[in-house]
């Protein structure tokens, strides 16, 4: 039989709009950092793509491409590694205004907005677009239409020049779309915006771990032994929270370092002390209970009795102010990478996107700092929206 109190908090909860709304954003968001690579156009590790003459194009910019195969052995990966790291790509693309094929070379002019100027033109192999090809011996030679070239394999082909031009044509000649156009380095900007949602609920999950993990050891230590204990704990809980938190997060990862993994860690020691006070204000309530009472007659040991018996007493505040956390956790994130000390680039994060396209604002190109913060807004409204429906949801005051 389901737990009647349960299920009347969940239909609660369910028939909340605001917070219904917020879950359908998040399950949505969770779904597509979970699949990441396999829903984006750019499938590069960090979806870090660079063509720098098409930088800054705005959405729904569409240029044709010339595919080059890279003359490097590139590991195939699974699909499982795919979806969490992405594939190292075989080809290289360039834009182009115009190609041409004359023999068995084909010549390109780069891409320019102003097709009167002079731009830049550069040629390249049939056989080297196609394959990868030995550096030391690209083309041994043509002999009656007849190309003959060695591969990073050390096999050697013939093809003639006629089929070499059609493959290109029908293959290695592409029309690219960037829904929401290009980044100031000429990146897919769809693909790192959707790539930033793994980096903001990554920072959300693991920081309230941590503070949860801490919160509820020292909260419920302090409030079950009080006296001395309980002195050490809140003097403790004081001081760090007498200290800005975007201080004390800043002052922990410098002395961490930059990176991926400092962030979500300095984050998370720093939102631990609302966890532990509010653990305590709980702990202190329930351990004068008749039933903690007869846990101590029966002599269960101080451990057991706070792990099964007052610890799920306790875990209804301890889920509200979750979700409060992970919006927090969120904004923490963003401002850290904004200011240069959180995720470093090429990894995609919300604050850095912001961070290397505000000045855009002055440029009529908006959208590239409003689009991340326009979903860093959504993400801590939907939180903060489900943490209230919880808090509602959870009251045993309400019917």
């Known amino acids: 039989m389901p737990n009647t109190t349960s299920f009347s908090a969940w239909n609660r909860l369910l028939r909340n709009p605001l917070a219904l709304s917020g879950m359908i954003i998040i399950l949505i968001t969770l779904l597509a950092a979970i699949l990441g690579y396999l829903i984006i156009p750019d499938k590069s590790p960090d979806a870090n793509q660079q063509h720098i003459e098409i930088a800054a194009r ?4 569409k240029v044709q491409m010339l595919k080059v195969c ?4 590139v590991e195939s990966r699974g699909l499982f590694k795919r979806m969490l790291f992405g594939q190292k790509n075989r080809f290289r693309f360039i834009p182009f205004n115009d190609l041409s094929m004359i023999e068995d070379s084909v010549l390109i002019i780069d891409f320019s907005e102003d097709l009167s100027a002079h731009n830049f033109r550069r040629s390249f192999q049939l056989a080297d677009v196609i394959y990868p090809l030995d550096p030391g011996n690209k083309q041994a030679g043509i002999k009656d239409g007849i190309v003959a070239f060695t591969d990073i394999y050390g096999l050697l082909h013939q093809i003639s020049i006629v089929d070499l031009q059609q493959s290109v044509r029908g293959e290695h000649i592409i029309n690219r779309r960037f829904f929401l156009g290009t980044d100031r380095f000429g990146r897919d900007f769809y693909s790192r915006l959707l790539l930033g949602t793994r980096v903001s609920l990554s920072v959300g999950f ?9 919160g509820l050891i020292l909260g419920s230590v302090a409030g079950y032994f009080r006296g001395r204990t309980d002195d050490i704990i809140m003097w403790f809980i004081n001081v760090v929270w007498s200290i800005p938190t975007l201080l004390l997060v800043i002052a922990i990862t410098l002395a961490l370092g930059k990176g991926f993994w400092q962030v979500f860690v300095a984050v998370g020691l720093t939102m631990w002390v ?22 101590k007659s029966l002599g269960y040991s101080s451990v057991r009795i706070i792990f099964r018996h007052v610890l799920p007493n306790v875990i209804t505040p301890v889920i509200i102010i979750s979700a409060a956390n992970f919006a927090s956790a969120i904004l923490m994130e963003a401002g850290l990478s904004f200011l240069g000390i959180g995720v470093q680039p090429p990894i995609p994060s919300w604050g850095t996107m912001i961070k290397d396209h505000y000045g855009f604002i002055i440029v009529n190109k908006a959208y590239l700092a409003f689009l991340p913060g326009l979903a860093i807004m959504l993400m801590v409204l939907s939180f903060t929206m489900v943490g209230n429906g919880l808090r509602d949801a959870l009251d045993v005051r309400r019917k």
């Open 206 to 214: 693991i920081s309230v771990s941590i503070s949860l993990l801490i």
């Open 58 to 61: 705005k959405p729904g910019f």
């Open 274 to 295: 609302e966890v532990a006070r509010v653990v305590r204000g709980q702990v202190l309530g329930i351990r004068e209970k008749e039933f903690i009472q007869a846990a």
């Open 70 to 73: 890279k003359n490097e052995d």
